[in-house]
């Protein structure tokens, strides 16, 4: 059942299998689903998006009760799972569908985007700039059923992946946890 304060998040970040489960716990927060974001092919495969020219990057779209978890909380979540400066992908892997980037839904998203961005480009967190990108919404496309929930269907690959690729590391280094 769909209610009245139902949101979408979209949020790339690298390889979309990590980006689930920082969201799942969050109160308020119905689904998550793996897929493809901003390009211009509709309903790419998995395949055509990593050989490039869809357009598309990989993503999550998170579904959530805006009554319970605000917009705000759910950048954060983002920018605390992903390495915000590496704008040739994300971590060991490599290429554009791998960058990061905030697709937002309308004004308000944009707007909180856009301020989060430049606090954390002012936190002194990072070195490098930010290179994340913010951009309107234009479209998602889920993943095929098998990258859905891939840590919970794949754990022990799920968690070789996010320690040999880097990205568990950077968490604990720059966030501390």
């Not at 978890?69 to 892997?93: C, E, K, M």
């Not at 309308?106 to 990072?126: M, P, V």
Request: net charge negative; proline share 4%; aromatic share 14%.
């Amino acid at each position: 059942m769909t209610h009245r304060s139902e949101n979408f998040a979209t949020f790339a970040g690298g390889c979309f299998w990590c980006l689930v489960a920082p969201f799942e716990n969050i109160d308020g927060v119905h689904s998550i689903v793996s897929g493809f974001a901003g390009g211009d092919v509709e309903h790419p495969s998995y395949e055509q998006v990593c050989a490039g020219g869809t357009g598309h990057v990989e993503a999550v779209q998170v579904t959530y009760d805006a009554d319970k978890v605000n917009y705000q909380t759910l950048v954060d979540t983002f920018w605390h799972n992903i390495d915000p400066t590496d704008a040739g992908g994300s971590f060991h892997d490599r290429g554009f569908h791998y960058t990061s980037a905030i697709f937002c839904h309308n004004e308000a998203q944009l707007e909180i985007a856009r301020a989060s961005k430049q606090a954390l480009a002012e936190s002194g967190k990072f070195e490098a700039p930010i290179a994340t990108v913010i951009k309107p919404y234009t479209n998602f496309y889920p993943a095929e059923e098998h990258h859905q929930n891939y840590h919970k269907k794949n754990p022990e690959h799920y968690t070789r992946y996010r320690i040999g690729s880097g990205r568990e590391a950077f968490i604990l280094k720059v966030w501390n946890k």
